[in-house]
Structure formats: C-alpha cells, structure tokens
C-alpha cells in the first residue's frame, strides 16, 4: 500500500492548488450534529481556521482554511438527514468537468443519482451519487470555488481508500465513469489495488476481506499530518475514538484512524519517505 497523494508529485515543492484534474479529489465536506464543537475539534487538531458563511435558512458553512487557503468544510446535518438517519460523515467530492455529462454516465454505469446536478450558487455545479457498490461522492464541476487550495502540509487531504465488499463492480464503474486505473504494487501481494488517475495515484482499493461486518461501503479520506501519534492521541483526549490506533504500514509510513466526538470518521498519515 502507498499512500501518497496526487498533489505532492504535482508540486513536491509547492503547498498550493490552483486547479484540479479531471477525476481528482477536490473538496472535502463534513456533515455533523454538532458545527460548533467539530470547528473546536478540528482547529486544535489541525490548525484550521473556521471561515463561517451564513446560507440562510439551510444555517452556516463553515470553510475550513489553512495558509489562507481552502482546506475543508462542515456544516449542520438538517433535520431531514437526521430523520433518514444520514451519520455524521465526511464526504469527498471528486472534480467533473462536465457535471451533468457525468452524471448521466454514472447512473448508465449503474450509479445511483440521490441529488440531480445544480448550481451552488456562483461556486461551482455538483451532484450527488452513490456507486452500484453503495458508497457516497460528489462530483464538483468548479466555477469560482476550485475546491481545496493547499496540500503537503499537517491538516491537508492527502488519499482515501474505497472500502467495498464488490471490489470488481467498483473497479468497472469508475473505470468507466473517471478513467481510473487500479493497480497493484509489485511488492504488495496483499490484494490492496492503488487508484491512479491519469498519472498520479490518488487513492486505493483494500481488499473485500478487509471490511467489517456491517459497515456499508464508504470511502475513507486521509489527512496529512507531521505526527501520528501526537495527532492521534490528541484527538483520543478531546474525545474521539481511535478505531485503530497509531500503527506502522512497513515501507508506506504510519496511519490511524480516528472517529471525531461526533462519530465521523477519518484517517492520519505520515509516510515513511
């Protein structure tokens, strides 16, 4: 398993995103029951700045920045979600250049089309979509937001692995859909398949025998960060749960994952080189 992101190899010297790739991650959005404390967890556990933007009846969206640019988001789950019991989560947004084009492919491909395409204001188009394997993305079609600005530095999105009991139809559908690739490591015989979209690896695949019983596909994202264990423990002691606690991946680096004092789930990584 490798965990570097797409970015690092785009700048390896750089820390900032203009614009991203066709089928690339763009943006990353927590949903949450509780806004004011995720802001509190997420500022001393990453350095983030909560940039807070009113929307009205629909509440705030908070952008998350660091080095004055956009790192992440969050918002309050509204009262519908709750009531179809939608967790708190963090969704990925994947870049689509043309959305409405993307959409109608995905659901050919057997996709599932929970929000049609619409504009975010002057944002950016997007739409809502849950794989024939049942995990959750957006695709994001920018206009003024070209989604996150920064990577390379603690607090950034870095990779995120799709967990899927049908590895097979997920391979075909964003294959299909994004012209993915899934490859595997010469040196890994552990059935993990790394995601490389265009020339750069940007996620993976682990194994179906790697899912635990009755948790629902997902994708899980990763944040850069400088210290594993520090971040971890940290986290541990403002109230989060460590599903797996600091532990070492042998020549790819070290990793946690980590449920927020919400229950949304990520992961923490520092690679080995």
Not at 151 to 159: E, I, P, R, Y
Request: proline letters at 7%; a neutral charge.
């Amino acid at each position: 398993m490798s965990l570097c992101g797409n970015w690092c190899k785009l700048f390896p010297a750089m820390t900032n995103i203009d614009r991203h790739a066709n089928g690339s991650f763009c943006w990353i959005e927590l949903g949450t029951t509780d806004q004011a404390a995720a802001k509190n967890f997420y500022t001393a556990l990453f350095g983030w700045v909560p940039n807070d933007m009113p929307m009205g009846p629909s509440g705030t969206y908070t952008i998350f920045r660091l080095n004055g640019r956009d790192a992440a988001a969050g918002y309050q789950l509204n009262p519908q979600q709750l009531a179809q019991h939608v967790p708190p989560h963090w969704m990925l947004y994947i870049q689509a250049d043309n959305v409405d084009a993307s959409t109608a492919k995905a659901a050919e491909l057997g996709g599932k089309v929970l929000m049609g395409p619409f504009d975010v204001f002057d944002a950016g188009r997007m739409s809502v979509i849950q794989d024939p394997s049942g995990a959750y993305f957006c695709l994001w079609q920018p206009k003024k937001n070209t989604g996150v600005g920064t990577h390379s530095v603690h607090g950034t999105l870095c990779w995120a692995d799709l967990s899927t009991n049908d590895p097979e139809r997920a391979q075909k559908f964003y294959s299909g859909l994004l012209g993915w690739r899934f490859e595997k490591s010469e040196k890994d015989d552990s059935g993990y398949l790394h995601i490389k979209n265009g020339e750069h690896f940007i996620g993976g695949l682990p194994p179906a025998k790697h899912m635990q019983p009755g948790v629902p596909p997902h994708w899980l994202s990763y944040f850069l960060v400088d210290d594993v264990d520090a971040t971890a423990n940290k986290a541990k002691e403002m109230g989060a749960k460590l599903f797996l606690p600091p532990m070492t991946v042998e020549g790819v680096g070290r990793m946690s994952i980590i449920a927020d004092p919400q229950g949304a789930v990520f992961a923490v990584f520092k690679s080995a080189r």
